[in-house]
């Protein structure tokens, strides 16, 4: 699993100006003229928790290259109407592009809302970008994702240059195992009570509050404890911390429930991580005795 992400800043820049959201070209009389607009989806500015002792340290912004190993940005441009008049995706590593993360429109004279969704990409992924507050992972798994929606004004044919940088928007959960996965341990299924796949890209909170299931299959070889994670969509606000029921289903070849762990109340939080870590290879179902650490930079260990 990649390295433990916690939180993100939101940093925006543009030649055209300083810290407004709205962003302008200079005006001429060119009505019907269009405007090459580039895109630079050029950071993202996190906080890191170290592992696996924890302690916040803040990192440097990183370009999406550096940062993911498999990606995919998808960029939109929306009218004043709502219609979309422009969307490409780059996936890392196709060759469709010269600098992943840069993108050029040429968009009519008027304003728009942009969109930029920066996600973990691997084979069999599924993403659908509807409008500035539709988006949805419709394959079995959300993945870590970031994003930006801000208006963006075309008043000439003159290019205008934006560089943004996207904030994370998914929470992550990590089941970490205490016992040794014994012989015959295929998946582990992980179940969220509420939390969903598909999100607003403008909020950040989930559309659906229904939950979902995710199945993994832990790459430790038998004898070895596990570890495996899923990145779910709340539909609490960045400051609030949620209360979820996880429960982890332990499976065989044929998808067999061998054991299964149910922990009440887990605290998920948006761009924070939480790790369940206890025995998962075991009939008992027993969750009690619960320790909670906990603060607004670091991230949660509960342990069962």
């Known amino acids: 699993m990649k390295k433990t992400i916690l939180a993100a800043i939101v940093l925006l820049a543009a030649t055209s100006c300083s810290n407004e959201s709205e962003l302008t070209a200079v005006e001429n009389n060119a009505e019907q003229a269009t405007a090459p607009v580039r895109v630079h989806v050029s950071d993202f500015s996190i906080t890191q928790e170290e592992m696996p002792s924890g302690g916040g340290t803040t990192r440097s912004a990183e370009t999406p290259d550096s940062y993911f190993s498999g990606g995919a940005i998808t960029l939109a441009f929306y009218n004043a109407e709502g219609t979309?008049?422009?969307?490409?995706?780059?996936?890392?590593?196709?060759?469709?592009?010269?600098?992943?993360?840069?993108?050029?429109?040429?968009?009519?004279?008027?304003?728009?809302?942009?969109?930029?969704?920066?996600?973990?990409?691997?084979?069999?992924?599924?993403?659908?970008?509807?409008?500035?507050?539709?988006?949805?992972?419709?394959?079995?798994?959300?993945?870590?994702?970031?994003?930006?929606?801000?208006?963006?004004?075309?008043?000439?044919?003159?290019p205008l240059d934006i560089n943004v940088t996207?904030?994370?928007?998914?929470?992550m959960l990590t089941i970490q195992s205490t016992d040794a996965r014994p012989a015959g341990i295929a998946r582990i299924r992980t179940t969220y009570a509420k939390g969903g796949k598909?999100?607003?890209?403008?909020?950040?909170?989930?559309?659906?509050?229904?939950?979902?299931?995710?199945?993994?299959?832990?790459?430790?070889?038998?004898?070895?404890?596990?570890?495996?994670?899923?990145?779910?969509?709340?539909?609490?606000?960045?400051?609030?911390?949620?209360?979820?029921?996880?429960?982890?289903?332990?499976?065989?070849?044929?998808?067999?429930?061998?054991?299964?762990?149910?922990?009440?109340n887990v605290p998920l939080r948006r761009n924070r991580q939480t790790t369940l870590s206890g025995a998962i290879f075991t009939a008992s179902t027993s969750s009690a005795g619960f320790q909670l650490e906990t603060s607004w930079l670091l991230g949660n260990t509960v342990e069962f």
């Open 84 to 158: 979309e008049v422009y969307k490409t995706t780059q996936f890392m590593g196709d060759g469709s592009y010269t600098t992943f993360g840069e993108f050029t429109a040429n968009l009519s004279v008027g304003s728009y809302t942009m969109v930029a969704v920066a996600r973990a990409y691997y084979d069999g992924d599924a993403f659908t970008l509807t409008s500035p507050t539709e988006a949805a992972y419709t394959s079995e798994r959300p993945r870590e994702t970031f994003s930006k929606v801000q208006t963006v004004t075309v008043t000439s044919a003159s």
């Open 198 to 264: 598909s999100f607003n890209p403008t909020t950040g909170i989930a559309t659906s509050d229904t939950g979902f299931s995710q199945t993994n299959t832990p790459s430790a070889p038998i004898g070895s404890t596990i570890m495996v994670s899923s990145c779910p969509f709340l539909s609490s606000a960045d400051d609030v911390e949620e209360q979820i029921n996880i429960t982890i289903d332990v499976l065989d070849a044929s998808d067999n429930v061998l054991f299964t762990k149910t922990v009440n």
């Open 166 to 171: 996207l904030n994370r928007i998914s929470a």
